[in-house]
């Protein structure tokens, strides 16, 4: 009998191809500067399926329809979470996260808004080549001759080959610089991506084996010479004896700070605080994939959290020197006040390692369904169930709290609601609003608490934003409401989280001045009166005159006092103008096309990396194993 028409793997293949193309241009927010890269982005879908597809034809026929079967059921599986994952977080997975699995299982509302009923169409191709492969068998499957085995084979490899020379062509050093997911995605597809993320893992592990205390000396030099622990402020020692209470608002940024919504205030309570607290009007979070538990990382450690992954997972186990431990031995009782599963970005394990006396997990509070939304118990109640145990701990104490209403995908129910939505094509950005102003109010009920329980005299209360809530997923609507269009710049701009330090009997500043979560440590060990010269972090105390003059993100991106730098572009930071690299207009009328050094960002630049590195290095190495905190 003769075949009319194409080998099964090359049909799968094809079909395969459009639907992780549909994929990238459509659910993947994936920019594309030239014809180059979407031609590499047309291209890398077909060549990724193909090389899988085509193995089959070395398998015994009966095989060979099992084999195509399953790879494309577990193809689109792979493809699916991926989508489900970027709706949530506008990332593609990394291998860390993935075996973040009880946190996946605690997604809960989360991962039903995620997952919608049209998403099935995206099964329809495993569909039928189940069909095809099942019932269709006698006629799909082909013995194939040594030659065309041969031949398939190096068609795949040829094209791929072909990918990466293109994509090394349009994005030099790619392998080495893998600063972006997304350009890994957009250069060699989803799957190889994956299967290098692997690969990279892997490495991490191997780092940490081999890792020894030699690379110790350079970083504490480096500290030393440009973080200069030992600068302190007028202010040291103002709060000794003070409790401390710390409380992390879930992804809370600035730009809600001040501003109206239909004439109306966002956030009453907090625009009032400015008035009697230490307001940073230009602080940063620096987190990265690991969220709130990068946050925690950052303000418990001064050190940077990982580019990849969340470092609360996987690196949960290495020797810190953290607040907690630190307060613990200057004699505060320490703790921590969140109402959701103790295991929830590893928490009991990071929480237990770096020295927390206690943790008030989800089974220290009564959640019902009335007293509950979204991820769990409501801030309200949550702020009003935490008071008998604050009540109860010895003094003085660290206690951080973490809020949970205003998570994505910010909901809340009517009788809560005291501001409208937002009008805009984001449900998200809509609602956030709400449950914002609903943290605002939580807020302001947890102050009178801690007043009527006269906590509040004897406490320096702290407030920060812990991460973004609004991804750049939404800048047309974000744009909407701040009225204008949202450039690279106003996303780093947005990045800006708001942080307060109420000092009792100390009268509110405003303060300008560019801060970040990794400053958050010496400010406060300083406030409290604990010397933390030997320590080594990157942060510095933030009513000390002189600081070093850049804040890095997490991305490589930065701020310092006159420039942000991202996406290898360089702004002026008052003006959001680009200083480099010059429009092609610019260049011409000055008949000289900009250098290297012209680049004002770039000596700042390099400081970043170096930085990143070696709080990377620290990390991965897990080199505090290596050095003394005590002499
Ligand atoms: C989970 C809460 C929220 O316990 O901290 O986590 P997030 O998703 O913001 O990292
Ligand atoms: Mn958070």
């Known amino acids: 009998m003769k075949r009319n028409y194409p080998p099964l793997y090359i049909i799968a293949s094809v079909l395969f191809g459009i639907k992780t193309y549909i994929l990238y241009r459509f659910a993947f927010n994936i920019s594309l500067d030239n014809i180059m890269q979407e031609f590499i982005l047309l291209i890398n879908p077909f060549v990724s399926a193909f090389l899988v597809f085509a193995i089959s034809v070395w398998l015994s026929s009966k095989r060979q329809m099992t084999f195509i079967r399953y790879t494309s059921l577990i193809g689109t599986l792979i493809l699916y979470f991926n989508l489900v994952f970027y709706r949530n977080f506008a990332d593609f997975i990394t291998i860390p996260v993935l075996f973040q699995g009880s946190n ?66 349009e994005r030099p050093q790619l392998f080495q610089r893998t600063f972006d997911r997304e350009y890994l995605v957009k250069n060699i597809g989803i799957f190889n991506y994956h299967i290098y993320d692997i690969a990279l893992h892997s490495k991490t592990e191997a780092q940490r084996v081999f890792a020894d205390g030699n690379d110790m000396p350079e970083i504490q030099t480096y500290v030393e010479e440009n973080i200069n622990p030992d600068m302190k402020s007028e202010l040291f020692g103002v709060a000794k004896g003070k409790n401390l209470i710390f409380v992390s608002m879930e992804s809370l940024q600035t730009f809600v700070i001040n501003n109206t919504l239909n004439g109306e205030e966002v956030t009453p309570f907090l625009n009032d605080l400015i008035g009697d607290s ?4 230009n602080f940063y979070h ?46 505060y009782y320490t703790s921590v006040f969140h109402a959701n599963n103790k295991s929830f970005w590893n928490r009991d394990v990071m929480y237990d390692n770096i020295g927390y006396d206690e943790f008030y997990d989800v089974d220290s509070y009564e959640v019902t369904e009335e007293n509950s939304i979204g991820w769990g118990l409501k801030d309200k109640p949550f702020f009003e169930q935490s008071m008998k145990y604050l009540q109860s701990i010895p003094q003085p104490f660290y206690s951080k709290f973490i809020t949970l209403t205003n998570h994505y995908p ?124 030997n320590d080594i972090g990157f942060g510095t105390d ?80 897990d080199l505090f194993r290596f050095y003394n905190f005590d002499k």
């Open 104 to 169: 996946a299982a605690d997604l809960g509302s989360s991962v039903l808004n995620l997952m919608h009923v049209q998403d099935l169409l995206f099964f329809l191709d495993v569909v039928l080549i189940w069909y095809l492969s099942k019932r269709q068998a006698p006629i799909m499957t082909v013995s194939y001759k040594k030659r065309n085995r041969v031949m398939a084979l190096t068609v795949s490899l040829l094209l791929v080959v072909g990918n990466f020379i293109l994509a090394e062509i």
């Open 278 to 281: 230490y307001y940073f009007e």
């Open 410 to 533: 910010f909901d809340l129910s009517e009788e809560d609601a005291t501001i409208e939505k937002f009008d805009s094509n984001s449900k998200t950005l809509n609602q956030y609003f709400q449950t914002v102003r609903y943290m605002d109010e939580s807020l302001k009920q947890f102050f009178d608490e801690l007043k009527a329980s006269g906590l509040y005299d004897n406490s320096v209360i702290v407030l920060m934003g812990d991460h973004y809530g609004i991804s750049d997923f939404h800048n047309k609507a974000m744009g909407m409401y701040l009225d204008k269009e949202i450039t690279p710049y106003d996303e780093v701009q947005l990045q800006r989280v708001p942080f307060f330090i109420h000092i009792p009997g100390k009268e509110g500043k405003v303060i300008s001045k560019i801060a970040g979560q990794i400053d958050v440590k010496p400010t406060l060990l300083h406030l409290l009166g604990v010397d933390n010269s």
């Open 542 to 621: 933030l009513f000390a005159d002189d600081r070093k003059d850049f804040i890095a993100l997490r991305d490589g991106s930065f701020v310092s006092n006159n420039y942000i730098y991202t996406e290898e572009k360089c702004y002026d930071r008052n003006t959001g103008e680009i200083l480099y690299p010059m429009e092609e207009d610019e260049t011409s009328e000055r008949e000289s096309s900009d250098t290297e050094e012209d680049n004002l960002c770039a000596p700042i630049k390099e400081k970043v990396d170096k930085e990143l590195n070696y709080s990377d290095q620290i990390i991965y190495g």
């Open 286 to 331: 620096q987190t990265a994939q690991g969220k709130t538990s990068d946050s925690e990382f950052l303000v418990e450690n001064s050190l940077y959290p990982l580019p990849r992954g969340a470092v609360f997972f996987t690196h949960g186990q290495n020797e810190y020197h953290a607040m907690p431990e630190i307060l613990g031995e200057a004699g």
